[in-house]
């Protein structure tokens, strides 16, 4: 399988990956990467030879022996070298922007406030127990959502954009699961959970969910 995917099962960054590869119906090899046990396995000297930067997912195409970090890029590569699947970024330069802009704020904005080395500095820092993680985590994810929601209004049918899949469907449903797991009321985003029960129903998401994969705990 020239495809291997490195990554821990509740990281919505390799979620999203997940998902893309299933979209583009490829298969692929998962690798999993603790990132608690032992310390945190992203920190092995094994695991840093692929990613320095000791975060998850990593992409390995043996095909090109090429290694890819960052889910953004590694999605924009899948989409561009595959044309089989679903096409996530649309042809025209415009809708390609505009999808993105949704992608970006929850890779750029939203997601990296709760991503588990901020949270377990700031629990340190400032001693907060795991409710007080969460809270902060809650605050950052409604506003960020605040904004998608009224974005998505103008925009969503079934999907993000319209009838069709996109990047943009591939980053929210990740990020709605992290906004469930640290206890944020969704029912103020009807428009995002609509396209959340609409997504989650399809098999390319469904099989990528958190609790499907080898290393679920």
């Avoid at 490195?6 to 960054?13: F, H, I, Q």
């Avoid at 975060?55 to 989409?79: K, R």
């Avoid at 009838?163 to 980053?171: C, E, G, K, P, R």
Wanted: proline share 5%; charged share 20%; hydrophobic share 40%.
């Amino acid at each position: 399988m020239s495809l291997k995917l490195y990554g821990y099962w509740r990281s919505s960054a390799t979620y999203r990956v997940r998902i893309a590869l299933n979209l583009k119906e490829l298969d692929y090899e998962v690798i999993p990467v603790h990132l608690v046990r032992d310390g945190g396995q992203q920190h092995s000297a094994n695991y840093q030879g692929l990613n320095p930067a000791e975060l998850v997912p990593t992409l390995y195409d043996d095909d090109e022996d090429i290694i890819l970090n960052q889910s953004l890029a590694i999605i924009e590569y899948l989409d561009e070298r595959y044309q089989q699947g679903v096409s996530l970024l649309p042809p025209h330069s415009l809708e390609r922007a505009r999808v993105r802009t949704l992608a970006y704020d929850i890779a750029c904005d939203i997601q990296p406030l709760a991503n588990l080395r901020v949270m377990n500095y700031i629990g340190e820092q400032y001693q907060l127990e795991q409710q007080g993680k969460f809270e902060w985590a809650r605050h950052w994810m409604q506003k960020g959502m605040q904004g998608m929601e009224k974005r998505l209004q103008k925009s969503a049918t079934d999907y993000c954009f319209g009838f069709d899949l996109s990047m943009a469907d591939v980053f929210l449903i990740p990020q709605v699961y992290n906004a469930h797991r640290v206890g944020l009321d969704m029912s103020q985003f009807p428009v995002i959970n609509r396209i959340y029960q609409n997504c989650i129903e399809l098999p390319a998401f469904a099989n990528a969910a958190p609790e499907k994969q080898p290393d679920a705990e």
